[in-house]
């Protein structure tokens, strides 16, 4: 294994190869001699910069020069301070900063628009594009675990041709490429890597995501999917053995790792020169570059001092490998049957089990059936058949004919079908509320969540024009209330957690309840936080998290990990914790301790997407809470089952045969076939489900948009509206 150069430390990884690239010192930036061959590596750029002064340029070949230490970036965020350069990734450099004032500790990478590539012009509107593009995030802003990495801020240099993406810090873990360095990887290997980043393609290429400009994407390609924007995170309890790639064996043929996708065509494409951009990449693509990526894995020859640009379609250069896999690979290349889609090769690779033992099955030596012998049915035994046939058919017959035309003891009021038949909405403007970042707001404001570009509250006005609706935030639950009857609004979204008095009125619309959840991580890996929980906890010990010292998931029986503790910032889901688990006591506050520091409190969908960073890049055992409407559709977190006084444990989750899942469950690749038991909401059975209601004032003197609004929620259209927000709906379709 070659050292990393002198002044880089063990992080340090080469630059991203395209698979038909023949030689990898063939930099892109080819207007400038470089004595190395890829200037983002320059030794003569590092030298002088780290010399002393601030050295814009390299004195030999004048390509922009490294950041020296001390360097300071101007963000949003605030200033960052260069601690020390690492190497280069793709399209740029990477460095380890500073957030100056927090101490925060990031990565960042530093891309470059050099003049002898980019005139003045292309240098600004590249700049401008990518703040306006590096970075996405669901456009409903739920989070489906898609594995990129988490940018934090993207940041365009007006003074000079660079720009910076702000990155974790744990954002500096090694690439395939590197890794390749120790040997081949496995069939088994090839399979996790090709399961993972199918998943995430998946994902990219189905979901609506929102860019930083506000602009909504139907879909993405990632377009730059290659051995090195394709990154190993090591499963381990130890930060530092996590991240340090020389601990890592490929010849113990370990599976317990991470894949995450960087750097995007969407912005990284910004940087390569005209003339070497060559067009749209498309799915297609993705797919066929990740199957050079599998096939240079399992062949191990990309080396620089031993480059050999290997064809495929050659079956001489392939290694002995499992006769599924290769034929998987040679699909993704399209020089089989190609594949429609990132999900149809997902499914495909579903159907088979990873490539272990044998390498190729014998075939049966025949296949040819034995001829069957023919049997004889007596003549009484095909009499008492008809018989018995003749009256299980009359049987039926009686038992329709019954329920057609029987009366049924009590009459059910008809549910109106749809929203457009509710009658006498009142006309003119109107207030409602609900509590900030709370259900009632998310499902009534949040764009996406139904319609591309439009909102609940903005369907509801296009089938009822007179509606004429406006949206006025409270602190509280009973801030909420209390504007309903002081005549601030016509009527609230909130949860019913408790009578309300005589001059409200109130109907439930749905339900919603309070999930807990800590990562999800597959079943086979001993660190599993679900495994070692058999996939619940009781009320007492999730009281005891929140208002005792616990060190670690061993105090509860868990696997080695410190705890880390979320609650929400949505108040709604906070009061409902705080009635139903701490006894009505404060809002979650753990004891005093020099060991422990008090819950974390963000928005949930950044909670979940913390939850599960923290776990496979830190090393934590982290758990938080949000509203079940909000981490039902995702599976980067686990849904703890609940039981209260040692009964059996209530899973909200249930597969389609009505069995609950389990932390044996893959909750990615099952998609579709899970979803929250309605009857468990429906009657109040899971513990900590709760009706969401419309609640409007008693007051003939009023309008009446409140009981009209409950009524619009409550027809059958309506109702399949909340079911599509999450909630659950009052009956089970």
Not at 243 to 269: H, K, M, R
Not at 403 to 423: D, I, R, T
């Amino acid at each position: 294994m070659n050292a990393a150069p002198q002044g880089q430390d063990m992080y340090y990884q080469p630059r991203i190869l395209n698979p038909d690239e023949a030689k990898p010192v063939d930099s892109v930036y080819r207007r400038y001699s470089c004595q190395q061959g890829n200037p983002l590596d320059c030794a003569a750029s590092q030298t002088s910069s780290q010399a002393g002064g601030r050295v814009k340029y390299c004195p030999v070949c004048e390509f922009p020069a490294i950041l020296a230490e001390q360097s300071e970036i101007q963000g949003q965020s605030g200033t960052y301070r260069i601690e020390a350069w690492i190497g280069s990734r793709g399209l740029g450099r990477l460095y380890r900063a500073t957030l100056l004032g927090l101490n925060q500790s990031v990565t960042i990478k530093e891309y470059l628009l050099p003049q002898r590539h980019f005139n003045p012009d292309e240098i600004r509107q590249r700049q401008k594009t990518f703040k306006n593009s590096a970075g996405i995030s669901l456009a409903d802003g739920r989070d489906r675990d898609f594995r990129l990495l988490s940018i934090l801020e993207a940041i365009a240099d007006s003074q000079e041709e660079r720009c910076y993406l702000v990155l974790e810090e744990a954002s500096i873990v090694p690439s395939l490429r590197t890794l390749l360095a120790q040997g081949s990887f496995s069939g088994e290997q090839v399979y996790r890597v090709l399961y993972q980043v199918l998943q995430s393609l998946k994902f990219l290429h189905s979901q609506i995501f929102r860019l930083p400009s506000g602009q909504m994407s139907v879909g993405l390609v990632h377009g730059n999917i290659s051995l090195d924007s394709l990154l190993i995170k090591l499963n381990s309890e130890d930060k530092e053995s996590a991240l340090n790639w020389v601990n890592y064996s490929v010849q113990e043929n370990n599976t317990d790792f991470f894949i995450y996708l960087c750097e995007l065509n969407l912005w990284e494409g910004l940087f390569l020169p005209p003339l070497v951009w060559d067009g749209m990449p498309s799915v297609e693509d993705d797919l066929i570059a990740l199957g050079y990526v599998a096939f240079y894995l399992l062949v191990a020859r990309v080396g620089e001092d031993s480059w050999t640009l290997l064809d495929p379609k050659n079956d001489r250069d392939w290694p002995i490998v499992d006769l599924p896999l290769k034929q998987f690979i040679l699909r993704l290349l399209k020089i089989g049957q190609p594949f429609e889609s990132a999900d149809a090769a997902l499914q495909e690779l579903l159907r088979w089990p990873p490539p272990v033992r044998q390498i190729h099955s014998p075939l049966p030596a025949t296949n040819i059936e034995a001829p069957r012998t023919k049997k004889v049915i007596p003549l009484w035994l095909k009499v008492l058949s008809i018989v018995l046939l003749l009256a299980l058919l009359g049987w039926i017959v009686s038992l329709l004919y019954s329920k057609l035309f029987a009366k049924p003891a009590k009459a059910k009021m008809p549910q109106l079908c749809c929203l457009k038949a509710v009658s006498g909405i009142p006309a003119g403007a109107f207030t409602y509320t609900a509590v900030r970042e709370g259900i009632g707001q998310y499902i009534f404001q949040q764009k996406n969540l139904l319609r591309q570009g439009e909102n609940l509250e903005q369907q509801l006005k296009s089938i009822q024009p007179q509606l004429k609706l406006s949206f006025e935030p409270t602190p509280s639950i009973d801030e909420a209330i209390a504007a309903v009857r002081l005549g601030k609004a016509e009527f609230a979204i909130a949860p019913l957690l408790q009578p309300l008095r005589e001059d409200l009125e109130a109907q439930t619309i749905a339900y919603d309840g309070v999930a807990v959840f800590v990562a999800f991580s597959y079943a086979k890996r001993d660190k599993s936080i679900p495994v070692h929980l058999n996939g619940s906890l009781d009320l007492k010990q999730l009281q005891q998290i929140y208002t005792t010292k616990i060190e670690t998931w061993q105090d509860l029986n868990g696997p080695p990990l410190p705890f880390q503790r979320y609650w929400p910032q949505n108040k709604e889901v906070t009061e409902v914790f705080r009635q139903r688990i701490l006894n009505k006591g404060s809002v979650p506050t753990l004891a005093n301790s020099d060991n422990q520091t008090n819950p974390s409190s963000i928005p949930e969908f950044e909670m979940m997407r913390t939850v599960i960073r923290d776990f496979e890049l830190r090393g934590q055992g982290s758990i938080g809470f949000a509203a079940f409407s909000k981490v039902v559709g995702q599976c980067s977190v686990y849904p703890l089952a609940l039981n209260l006084l040692n009964q059996r444990p209530i899973q909200a989750l249930s597969l389609n045969n009505g069995k609950a899942i389990s932390p044996a469950t893959d909750l990615c690749s099952k998609k579709g076939t899970y979803a929250l038991a309605l009857k468990l909401f429906q009657t109040g059975k899971y513990p900590l489900a709760y009706p969401l209601a419309i609640i409007y004032p008693r007051d003939n003197s009023r309008s009446n948009l409140g009981e009209k609004m409950a009524e619009i929620l409550k027809t059958q259209e309506g109702q399949r509206l909340l079911a599509e927000t999450g909630l659950v709906p009052l009956e089970a379709n």
